[in-house]
């Protein structure tokens, strides 16, 4: 009877040992060892032992699932991103805190509506457009808008762009020079005038000596008398536009509409601020010199015309003069009222005489 050993040993059956004896005779270095007693019984007792239930807290990692989650935040951030790029300072607004006012837009054209009230209060000397639409409104030269230039009338499409500047340049010389708001003689803005223009020498030089009621340098010009105000800061806002056309004998017309906005304080100190608005409008033209007698880098004034709120009313002395101690709207006496920072009528439409602002 076989017990599964042979003439090989206990355990090793006759077929493997025969196995070993044949390749050991070829050489084979390796050849298979009895295992003890021990190793058979331990090997024994563990193929008995049933199999144990998982412990109580033992882990088992689950197969990972695809995060769908990420595409529903990338829809999101893509539809805040929309957002911000159609109305940033929109976006602003969801967090509760307005920040800073958003500016406006350049004007192109004359605006169909007035701006709307705007939250903030009175003016400060560290804010002096608090308040005001102003607020939103450009620095100096920069609410002033160009428009692209096209050759015109005498001019090519470059020296129409030259005359735009130039009467931008005009217009700051006479409404926005620090000496000259100052109290100050406008000599950039005079040296810009064609000197062969008989009628304006002779305005510009009686109204800066002489104020009248059709001597005004304040339809031209913007001054503030030293010895009663002063300019708050070296910032004036601005809103408007040029616009140009052919005019007589083929000069190019350009028509400025703008609209300034002086923040002013008592020239003796302290710290009540008002603020003195002008929208002037004023026309000139940039001769052919082979036509009019003119220089060269001059323009002739056509016609000027201002509307003033807090400058002072029906008194002309060549200088805005503005209301103090809580007459900042001015008070009136025509018993119209007057929104200084509506834009939407042409300027030569405004009534004569004195009004009530609605605000300032």
Known sequence: MSTGTGSGGPGVPDEVWEEFLRTSADGTAEAPEEPSARA???????RARPAEPPAWRAHTPVRPRRRKGWYVAGLVAS?????????PGGFVGWSGD?????????????PEQAPPPEPGGRATLAEPFKGSPAVRWADGTAGITVPAAEATGWMTKTEVARALARTRDFLAAGSLDPAVLRGGRPEKAIALINPHQPDMKAFVSTALRASDADHDPLSLFSRFDPAQARVVGDVVRTRGHLTYREGERGALEVTADVTYVYPVAPAGGGDEVVRVIVRRETVVSWDDPAKVKTEKGTLTVLSHRADTTNGGCDDPTGYFRP??????????TSGRTVDPYDRTAPLADAEAGCGTATRS
């Open 40 to 46: 058979r019984e331990a090997a024994a007792r563990l």
């Open 79 to 87: 539809l805040a991103l929309l957002v911000v790029a159609v109305d």
């Open 98 to 110: 307005d920040g800073p006012a958003r500016p406006l837009a350049q004007e192109t054209a004359r």
């Open 323 to 332: 209301e103090f101690g809580g007459g900042g709207s001015g008070a009136g």
